[in-house]
């Protein structure tokens, strides 16, 4: 049986951020039900629902792409992060800290789907 995007490290890690998400934003404030915790949420959904589409994609191009608009959705989570934290919501250093650890793997990940080693994807 093949790979999928499952095998990926930074879709598990990705996962596992949605996971730590929820947990942070379990206590906000009522009034935040459809505002910041909905966001950071739905931020936090994107990143590996966009890694799963781009492995599912026919073209390499097409992968780098949706890889690309996971790091956007983890530009949005950590914006969210910050104010999270000036709204003292929650204190944002750990998942601040993961964010950027995604970031940088997630960057990697494009530099190595450009090289063209990822036969697999090719296509």
Avoid: C
Avoid at 14 to 27: E, M, P, R, S
Avoid at 64 to 88: C, D, M, N, P
Avoid at 96 to 123: A, H, M, P, Q, W
């Amino acid at each position: 049986m093949g790979k999928t995007h499952k095998d990926l490290g930074i879709w598990q890690q990705g996962i596992d951020l949605v996971d730590h998400v929820y947990q942070a934003t379990k206590a906000f404030p009522k009034d935040e039900e459809y505002g910041l915790k909905s966001q950071m949420r739905r931020a936090a959904v994107s990143y590996p629902s966009n890694i799963a589409e781009g492995a599912a994609r026919s073209s390499r191009n097409e992968y780098i792409r949706f890889a690309y608009i996971a790091l956007g959705s983890l530009s949005e989570l950590e914006t969210q992060l910050v104010i999270a934290g000036r709204l003292k919501y929650l204190q944002p250093t750990a998942l601040l800290e993961e964010v950027e650890s995604l970031r940088r793997k997630t960057l990697n990940f494009i530099k190595y789907l450009k090289s063209g080693k990822n036969k697999g994807t090719s296509k």
